[in-house]
Nanobody, 122 residues
Framework: QVQLVESGGGLVEAGGSLRLSCAYS????????MGWFRQAPGKEREFVAV????????RTADSVKGRFTISRDNAKNTVYLQMNNLKREDTAVYYC???????????????WGQGTQVTVSS
């Protein structure tokens, strides 16, 4: 059984904060980089952030840099996305994903969660 399950999404006013969580199981995901992607209505799925196997290195998209922070706790098999100062353009379905690479391209990732909706009101 391989599962990645996102949680923490919801409706929030612009300027607010949310923390997304992704619990993973069924594989030794500590050997995988973990990423967050998002997809807004009518748009392509885009890279948000990725964290290395150990958690020592991270990359974030320019659109969220300084506002979003990715972290992971391999002991808890969980990756997080802390989202601060949310903007309306952050509205999207957010997905966590796993890959042994450290990339920013969705097609490179091996496993995906079902996604969690984040809606930012004006």
């Amino acid at each position: 059984q391989v599962q990645l399950v996102e949680s923490g999404g919801g409706l929030v006013e612009a300027g607010g904060s949310l923390r997304l969580s992704c619990a993973y199981s069924g594989r030794t995901f500590s050997n995988y980089a973990m990423g967050w992607f998002r997809q807004a209505p009518g748009k392509e799925r885009e890279f948000v952030a990725v964290i290395s196997r150990s958690g020592s290195f991270t990359r974030t998209a320019d659109s969220v840099k300084g506002r979003f922070t990715i972290s992971r706790d391999n002991a808890k098999n969980t990756v997080y996305l802390q989202m601060n100062n949310l903007k309306r353009e952050d509205t999207a379905v957010y997905y966590c994903a796993a890959d042994r690479l450290y990339g920013t391209v969705a097609s490179e990732y091996d496993y995906w969660g079902q996604g969690t909706q984040v809606t930012v009101s004006s």
